[in-house]
């Protein structure tokens, strides 16, 4: 499971779902949750700023590189 939003990891709509996940879910699971979430900073006003602060396509791609076993990373 990948968790990705924009807000922060802690305290948000994400967390909550993965208290849910965990709660209700957590013998059907093989890994462990990983978030994918915005800079832990105040959002900047600027739209460069504001950019790097939210996460990227990248960061998700990563995250499911995380989980997912290696021999099947790449099929």
């Known amino acids: ?44 006003n600027s739209k460069v700023l504001e950019r790097d602060a939210n996460p990227k396509k990248s960061d998700v791609i990563e995250a499911v590189k995380a989980i997912v076993p290696a021999d099947l990373v790449g099929k």
Do not use: R
């Open 1 to 44: 499971m990948v968790i990705a939003e924009e807000g922060w990891k802690y305290y948000g709509t994400g967390q909550g779902l993965a208290a849910l996940i965990y709660e209700y879910a957590f013998d059907y699971m093989d890994a462990p949750i990983q978030h994918v979430t915005g800079a832990d900073v105040p959002m900047p």
